[in-house]
């Protein structure tokens, strides 16, 4: 089991994307998530497929699929910059329906930094024609490496509550 500060300082990397907690067993992004990394000016970039099992109407993807692929680009950044955080809000438009079983790009950035709050801004592209399918805008809390076993001693507290 990865450690939460191994997660921040050397996640496990599957084809170039950093990867989250359920998909390092698997050593691939179960949302078709491949990434480039960083690029000069500090926009991640990816690429992206939304395979049939994330299929919601016919032929397009599940808007959660396209919710959760923003919000793992826009995560991304600052763990791209070695830091942690996790999602406080996330604000998705869906402009067109995502295709499934066609090659997408993705890029993030980050917009700005309010203390400890990311205000971090993605897109997903049609990679053939560059047609814009969605974007986002999210603010992302800063946390340090405790903040996972933290989550993990409240969770024991509430469990115990709910029992009684």
Same mark, same amino acid.
């Given at each position: 089991m990865i450690t939460p500060r191994e997660h921040v300082e050397r996640t496990p990397v599957g084809d170039g994307v950093r990867l989250c907690a359920s998909c390092i067993p $698997?050593? $691939?992004? $179960? !949302? #078709?998530?491949? #990434?480039? #990394? !960083?690029? +000069?000016? #500090? /926009? +991640?970039?990816? $690429? !992206? /497929?939304?395979? +049939?099992?994330h299929e919601g109407g016919p032929g397009v993807a599940h808007g959660g699929w396209t919710a959760s692929v923003l919000d793992e680009m826009l995560g991304s950044v600052a763990l791209l910059h070695k830091r942690l955080t996790v999602t406080k809000s996330l604000t998705v438009e869906f402009l067109r329906p995502v295709p499934i079983d066609q090659p997408l790009l993705g890029r993030s950035w980050n917009d700005r930094i309010d203390g400890r709050h990311w205000h971090n801004v993605g897109e997903v592209t049609l990679a053939a024609t560059g047609a814009l399918l969605g974007r986002a805008t999210g603010v992302f809390s800063e946390r340090d490496p405790d903040h996972f076993q933290r989550h993990k001693d409240w969770l024991a507290t509430q469990i115990g509550k709910a029992a009684d």
């Open positions: $698997r050593g $691939r992004c $179960r !949302l #078709g998530i491949s #990434g480039d #990394g !960083l690029d +000069a000016e #500090g /926009v +991640a970039r990816f $690429r !992206l /497929v939304c395979d +049939a099992g």
